[in-house]
């Protein structure tokens, strides 16, 4: 049974920063392509950054810049570095593991194991 796990979620300031992590027992990052997602109130749900197999990395355009994906896969992690953050980045962040490719929209579904999120809140 695969399992994701979303953690470093929090309260923020404007211009701070916060570390989103990911880990997942009963499948592995390598060769995978990896997502983080958001959703805010009231939206919908949108994807924020994601990571392909060959390691190729998009961005949603709210957060270029300003936000970094990465990933380790010796510890079967996936990360997501937010710096300068927003109020408008308040959400509910999501890690989706080998979902369907980077981005996904070419394939036009995004599949994949998903965490049950994790809060971030930034205050102006």
């Known amino acids: 049974q695969v399992q994701v796990e979303e953690s470093g979620g929090g309260l923020a300031q404007a211009g701070g920063s916060l570390t989103l992590s990911c880990t997942a027992s009963?499948?592995?990052?390598?060769?995978?392509?990896m997502a983080w997602f958001r959703q805010a109130a009231g939206k919908e749900r949108e994807m924020v950054s994601c990571?392909?197999?060959?390691?190729?990395?998009h961005y949603e355009d709210s957060v270029k810049g300003r936000f970094t994906i990465s990933r380790d896969n010796a510890k079967n992690a996936l990360y997501l570095q937010m710096n300068d953050l927003k109020p408008e980045d308040t959400a509910t962040y999501y890690c989706?593991?080998?979902?369907?490719?980077?981005?996904?929209?070419?394939?036009?579904?995004?599949?994949?194991?998903w965490g049950q999120g994790t809060q971030v809140t930034v205050s102006s």
């Open positions: 989706a593991a080998r979902i369907s490719m980077c981005p996904y929209y070419a394939v036009g579904y995004v599949g994949g194991y």
């Open positions: 009963g499948t592995t990052f390598e060769d995978a392509a």
């Open positions: 990571i392909g197999w060959n390691d190729n990395i």
